[in-house]
């Protein structure tokens, strides 16, 4: 499952992998560098993430590059909630986890 989690954020996201702390290497899951921050990638079996609306949100300069890139990856947008001043859409990661891309409108 690792291994879908870093196709996923590293090759479709172009997130770059970085190394967990000594001592967290054996627990699971995979880091990422997001900007300054970093996005923690948990792998676990049992949950239903497609029964949530818990998400993390992306915001985008080019919301269609992004809509491009999941559908070339074959990855389904879905389409979102209007939001005024926001162009957005979601996406699943391969777990089931809802990712937002939004786009403030000018």
């Known amino acids: ?15 770059p992998p970085i ?3 000594a001592g967290l290497e054996d627990r699971g899951g995979v880091w990422f560098q997001l900007g300054a ?4 990638v ?3 079996d049992g949950v239903n993430r497609r029964a949530t609306r818990a ?8 919301l269609e590059f992004w809509r491009k890139r999941m559908v ?4 389904t947008p879905i389409e979102s909630v209007p939001i005024p001043g ?7 990661d391969p777990f ?7 786009q403030r409108l000018k």
């Open 42 to 44: 948990s792998i676990e």
């Open 86 to 92: 926001y162009a957005r859409f979601e996406a699943r």
């Open 1 to 15: 499952m690792e291994t879908a989690a870093i196709r996923f954020y590293e090759e479709v996201l172009a997130l």
């Open 19 to 21: 190394d967990k702390p």
């Open 55 to 62: 998400h993390l949100a992306y915001e985008v300069n080019d």
């Open 96 to 102: 089931g986890n809802r990712i937002e891309f939004i």
């Open 37 to 40: 921050q970093q996005l923690h």
């Open 72 to 75: 070339d990856n074959e990855v």
